[in-house]
């Protein structure tokens, strides 16, 4: 089967190999096939594996002939199609981890002029959306699949359910139940899904996150978001705009550009990234 990545036609040496941080191959798919929704810890082990395996290949590739026989004892490396397997895989623990987490907060929605309350989160759901988007970005990066990963995550879904996760509606006030920490590395995601193929932002557009990030670009104090964040959602906003110059919210983008500024986040008091108020566990479980 094929690598994820090549780095040269060399092999590694037997003590290169035991030197490893990683002694054993990482069963991807095996991690993959026991991750299930309703189980928190296996959706997390599985993206931890997803990321070791990552690891792996940019340290290896294909240099697997480290005895003399050209013998490894290792597994088959997985090939495109287990890659994106796995991928699609991914996309489904994120629709449940963002479906928990909009039911675990659900109550009468805030009318537009509302006093602000904290942004509410299930941390259980909150956990599994980074862990998965971290493993998906990890899928991205490998240097000779990463183009079918990222194929993969379009074709199930990913994006949309990614914005949703993000979505705070026309009036600012719905509550994903997403921490922003998560978002943060959602919105990395989507930034590098354009990484090398920026006809994706198409899809982008479509699934309208055009609008779903402006808020986070024009006031992210409001929004008490990491920085990293707002980087990453105004250039793609910024991606938005370029592929079509008369999006239909461009001014709204155009003017999430000029009220947003790095001082933003100099100015802030020195204090945690977002105030958010946690959900206890029972009730992203269900219970």
């Known amino acids: 089967m094929g690598s994820g990545v090549v780095k040269s036609a060399t092999a590694v040496p037997v003590d290169a190999f035991e030197r490893s941080p990683f002694p054993e191959y990482p069963n991807l798919l095996s991690a993959m096939e026991r991750a299930d929704g309703m189980d928190s810890k296996a959706v997390l082990d599985a993206c931890a594996v997803v990321e070791k ?6 340290a290896f590739g294909t240099q697997r002939q480290f005895g003399e026989d050209g013998s490894t004892g290792l597994s088959a490396l997985p090939d495109a199609r287990d890659l994106r397997q796995c991928q699609s895989q991914l996309v489904t623990l994120l629709k449940q981890a963002q479906e928990r987490a909009a039911v675990s907060v659900k109550g009468p929605q805030r009318q537009f002029g509302d006093e602000e309350t904290p942004h509410m989160e299930c941390e259980t759901s909150s956990e599994e959306t980074k862990a998965i988007a971290n493993a998906t970005i990890a899928l991205f990066k490998l240097e000779n699949h990463g183009f079918e990963c990222k194929d993969e995550f379009k074709k199930a879904g990913g994006i949309d359910i990614s914005l949703k996760a993000m979505d705070k509606g026309l009036s600012e006030h719905i509550n994903s139940g997403i921490s922003h920490e998560a978002m943060e590395s959602l919105a990395q995601l989507l930034l590098l899904l354009l990484d090398g193929h920026p006809d994706n932002i198409e899809s982008i557009i479509a699934s309208g996150g055009h609008f779903t990030l402006v808020p986070y670009v024009a006031d992210p104090t409001k929004h008490n978001i990491p920085k990293d964040m707002h980087g990453h959602c105004r250039a793609v906003l910024e991606a938005c705009l370029q592929y079509d110059p008369h999006i239909i919210n461009k ?13 933003h986040f100099e100015e802030r008091p020195q204090r945690a990234l977002y105030n958010s108020e946690k959900i206890p566990h029972r009730f992203c479980d269900g219970q």
């Open 53 to 58: 395996h990552v690891r792996f290949e940019e």
């Open 251 to 263: 001014l709204d983008i155009r003017r999430a550009y000029e009220g947003s500024r790095i001082t």
